[in-house]
């Protein structure tokens, strides 16, 4: 997810009609949301782990965690489908928004077939890492521009989360063997040479944007700040998890609820009492309300939980792990295009409803 400053400033019908208009200078909604599914949402994957390593039952929770927060989270970025000015703009560029899809989860299975699946999780693992960097950046820039910071820091802040979760991510690479095999085929040194790579980077943009916050007029308002620390230390768990795809797990709660709660958020504000086809009223409604969004989400692990065990007990579980694979990398590639926001039609059916001009700071 990306964000632009160059939003529009007046208030749409729709997110008039969704009451939205809250009026929490530099928040995004208000201090207890923001807080609770943006800044502190890493502490629900601290709690996961602990309970991994704590409880008896620890593995069924991360079961649980899977079905509840992760697959809905992955699913939500066809929600971006249901809008009528979004299908709208889709269909102008069917390549991207149509068959893109097709062909990655085709390629999904073409390495699979070919037993070339270390090609498939390595992707996701390094991909994974830009996607939960961008979002990061992105949530940070609707703060800063809120609190009237200049644009020009969106760079320098992009690059320093990214390579500073990325250092994190490849410190203890050697903990995920598909990435770490495929990169020693080409040297035995060459797994190492990506923190080599992320660190010095990641200390050089971490100054540089200290610099540039230091010297901003207006100063840096509270939800930016803490916001940037949490998205910061987001990837802290590759530090001290050896199981690599348990740390991941516990670094994605956060990313996890913050996306349920930013595509929640916008298409509450953007759709709630609207009118336009059957499809954009029933997103509409079901994000109005926290009942029917509670039992789409609940429906939708469901199903994914059903679908899991028949593949299993149709004797083929590879082919609904193919389709988890090709899930996971088709939302990395759609939230590429969905929150594109330097493109105008993107921009102007995004950034009204997520940077509304009573929470911007005086």
Same mark, same amino acid.
């Given at each position: 997810?990306?964000?632009?400053?160059?939003?529009? &400033?007046?208030?749409?019908?729709?997110?008039?009609?969704?009451?939205?208009?809250?009026?929490?200078?530099?928040?995004?909604?208000?201090?207890?949301? *923001?807080?609770?599914?943006?800044?502190?949402?890493?502490?629900?994957?601290?709690?996961?782990?602990?309970?991994?390593?704590?409880?008896?039952?620890?593995?069924?929770?991360?079961?649980?965690?899977?079905? #509840?927060? @992760?697959?809905?989270?992955?699913?939500?970025?066809?929600?971006?489908?249901?809008?009528?000015?979004? !299908?709208?703009?889709?269909?102008?560029?069917?390549?991207?928004?149509?068959?893109?899809?097709?062909?990655?989860?085709?390629?999904?299975?073409?390495?699979?077939?070919?037993?070339?699946?270390?090609?498939? =999780?390595? &992707?996701?693992?390094?991909?994974?890492?830009?996607?939960?960097?961008?979002?990061?950046?992105?949530?940070?820039? !609707?703060?800063?521009?809120?609190?009237?910071? *200049?644009?020009?820091?969106?760079?320098?802040?992009?690059?320093?989360?990214?390579?500073?979760?990325?250092?994190?991510?490849?410190?203890?690479?050697?903990?995920?063997?598909? #990435?770490?095999?495929?990169?020693?085929?080409?040297?035995?040194?060459?797994?190492?040479?990506?923190?080599?790579?992320?660190?010095?980077?990641?200390?050089?943009?971490?100054?540089?944007?200290?610099?540039?916050?230091?010297?901003?007029?207006?100063?840096?308002?509270?939800?930016?700040?803490?916001?940037?620390?949490?998205? #910061?230390?987001?990837?802290?768990?590759?530090?001290?998890?050896? *199981?690599?795809?348990?740390?991941?797990?516990?670094?994605?709660?956060?990313?996890?609820? =913050?996306?349920?709660?930013?595509?929640?958020? #916008?298409?509450?504000?953007?759709?709630?009492?609207?009118?336009?086809?059957?499809? =954009? =009223?029933?997103?509409?409604?079901?994000? @109005?309300?926290?009942?029917?969004?509670?039992?789409?989400?609940?429906?939708?692990?469901?199903?994914?939980?059903?679908?899991?065990?028949?593949?299993?007990?149709?004797?083929?579980?590879?082919?609904?792990?193919?389709?988890?694979?090709? !899930?996971?990398?088709?939302?990395?590639?759609?939230?590429?295009?969905?929150?594109?926001?330097?493109?105008?039609?993107?921009?102007?059916?995004?950034?009204?409803?997520?940077?509304?001009?009573?929470?911007?700071?005086?």
């Amino acid at each position: 997810m990306a964000t632009d400053a160059r939003a529009a &400033t007046a208030v749409p019908p729709a997110f008039a009609r969704a009451g939205a208009t809250t009026g929490h200078p530099g928040w995004i909604h208000s201090p207890a949301f *923001d807080l609770a599914l943006f800044t502190l949402s890493p502490i629900a994957g601290l709690l996961v782990l602990w309970a991994n390593y704590n409880v008896g039952n620890g593995p069924a929770i991360i079961i649980l965690a899977t079905y #509840l927060v @992760a697959i809905p989270h992955y699913v939500g970025s066809f929600t971006f489908y249901l809008g009528d000015d979004n !299908l709208a703009y889709y269909r102008t560029r069917r390549l991207a928004f149509f068959v893109g899809p097709v062909v990655i989860v085709a390629l999904v299975v073409l390495l699979r077939v070919l037993n070339y699946d270390r090609i498939v =999780q390595s &992707t996701m693992f390094t991909w994974n890492i830009y996607h939960v960097a961008a979002q990061s950046a992105g949530i940070l820039a !609707l703060y800063r521009t809120l609190n009237g910071g *200049d644009r020009a820091e969106r760079t320098v802040a992009r690059t320093a989360i990214l390579a500073t979760n990325a250092t994190m991510a490849f410190w203890y690479i050697d903990r995920y063997p598909p #990435l770490f095999d495929l990169l020693s085929r080409l040297h035995p040194y060459a797994p190492w040479a990506l923190r080599g790579i992320a660190l010095p980077i990641a200390i050089v943009s971490l100054i540089a944007l200290g610099l540039r916050l230091a010297r901003r007029a207006r100063g840096v308002s509270v939800p930016e700040w803490t916001f940037l620390a949490s998205s #910061l230390l987001l990837f802290h768990p590759y530090l001290w998890v050896e *199981d690599a795809n348990l740390a991941t797990f516990g670094m994605l709660m956060g990313h996890f609820i =913050q996306y349920l709660a930013i595509v929640g958020l #916008l298409n509450q504000r953007k759709y709630a009492g609207s009118g336009g086809s059957t499809r =954009q =009223q029933l997103l509409g409604r079901v994000s @109005a309300h926290p009942l029917l969004l509670g039992g789409a989400i609940i429906t939708t692990g469901v199903v994914f939980y059903a679908a899991n065990g028949l593949s299993a007990a149709l004797g083929a579980p590879m082919v609904y792990v193919v389709a988890w694979n090709g !899930l996971t990398l088709v939302h990395f590639y759609l939230d590429g295009l969905v929150w594109a926001l330097r493109r105008p039609q993107v921009r102007a059916s995004i950034a009204p409803y997520l940077m509304p001009p009573a929470n911007r700071a005086a």
